[in-house]
């Protein structure tokens, strides 16, 4: 376990020190492609090329071996398991790169793809922290109808079943629920949370607020308040340990501190329409295209720094090249600021400003674990109540 914390805590330093950083957290679309259309996706405008021109294993593997140590790495889509070379993937940057914490959203249209898939990288990559996040939205056919989708709300659930049961052997694999908070949800989020952990029995649920520039532009005309009023049951329910949030990787209560402080922050980004705290895109986060493009971040299509391919493959040549000093500078001269969740994480947890704030929500969720102990037991988590149709 000393180990496990150490592979965490030699990135400490980043929290004072970001001048010539390469990115800690690295989100990778491994693929434009998807078998939904949903209403809120954010890359509506970054269509696939009609000629499927993904980067291959082979140049992934040569984009790798050129990067720094990474904390967090998200490879993402498109639906990222329609993608049959994934768990290669991840082995790559797994190796290359000592990929601490990996986390892998999917719609959970691919049942068995995905349990091959995740059994295949747990097996292969000793010591992986891994989740993989399952995208439920409503309830039925109203999950269907954002999702354009028919039949996936059934699909994900079970997926996400036999996910929960594949939690049971290995230590270091958890799987949660992502709900995407859009106009076309937003009046049923509670009995959403409700569905998830009475009659589900999720355990950890985390939200993404509609962003970017949706493939529907009414997804984006929510009322915050409703935002607020889901997240003041997650906080609730986490800080009661009603819900586990993370438990299986080292620092897992610093991260769940995290996410109690980030929703503040994205609702009174919402509501102010500008800039709260400092973001490190471009410098901490980064962000790769499946055909090579790199970005400060998913949302700066319009700023991209350049493609690995005309660079040779070398990441750092791209990364600390003129346009990419250029984009830095923009971002922080113009304090850029956005939702992306993401992101946010490591604006947080690496703002030596904000980290008080975690470490508060930290002590009360340690403080209530404390309680539960001295009271005759371990912590309450929500299990998995639903039965599996065989």
């Known amino acids: 376990m000393d180990l496990d914390y150490k592979r965490y805590l030699k990135y400490g330093t980043r929290v004072f020190f970001k001048r010539g950083a390469s990115p800690i957290y690295f989100v990778f679309f491994v693929s434009d492609y998807c078998n939904a259309r949903c209403k809120h996706c954010l890359l509506a405008e970054h269509e696939p090329s009609k000629k499927k021109n993904e980067l291959t294993i082979d140049e992934i593997a040569r984009v790798s071996a050129s990067m720094d140590d990474m904390l967090f790495f998200t490879p993402t889509g498109g639906e990222p398991f329609l993608r049959r070379d994934l768990a290669e993937i991840v082995r790559i940057f797994h190796r290359n790169n000592h990929a601490a914490n990996v986390g892998i959203p999917t719609n959970g249209s691919l049942t068995g793809r995905v349990i091959e898939t995740t059994r295949d990288m747990l097996d292969t990559c000793p010591g992986l922290d891994l989740h993989v996040d399952v995208s439920i939205d409503g309830i039925g056919q109203e999950h269907d109808e954002i999702r354009q989708f028919p039949g996936l709300f059934d699909r994900a659930v079970r997926t996400y079943q036999e996910l929960r049961l594949l939690e049971k052997h290995y230590p270091n694999f958890s ?216």
């Open 175 to 390: 799987t949660c629920v992502e709900i995407t908070v859009s106009a076309f949800n937003q009046d049923h989020l509670l009995e959403l949370y409700d569905y998830l952990t009475h009659t589900l029995g999720v355990n950890t649920v985390f939200t993404l607020l509609t962003r970017g520039a949706p493939r529907d532009p009414g997804a984006k005309d929510l009322d915050i308040r409703k935002y607020e009023e889901l997240h003041a049951a997650l906080e609730r329910d986490n800080k009661a340990r009603i819900l586990s949030g993370y438990y299986k990787m080292p620092f897992s209560d610093l991260l769940n501190a995290k996410r109690i402080v980030r929703p503040h922050i994205i609702a009174k980004t919402v509501r102010e329409r500008r800039f709260q705290i400092p973001c490190y895109a471009g410098s901490l986060g980064g962000a790769m295209f499946s055909e090579g493009q790199v970005l400060p971040c998913e949302l700066h299509i319009d700023r991209a720094i350049g493609n690995v391919r005309d660079f040779d493959y070398d990441f750092k040549k791209l990364w600390y090249s003129p346009r990419a000093d250029e984009i830095r500078k923009y971002i922080h001269d113009t304090q850029c600021f956005c939702t992306y969740e993401c992101f946010l994480t490591i604006n947080i947890l690496f703002n030596p400003l904000v980290l008080p704030r975690v470490a508060k929500e930290w002590a009360v969720l340690k403080g209530s674990e404390l309680r539960h102990l001295l009271a005759g037991g371990p912590a309450p988590t929500v299990t998995l109540t639903a039965t599996l149709d065989k």
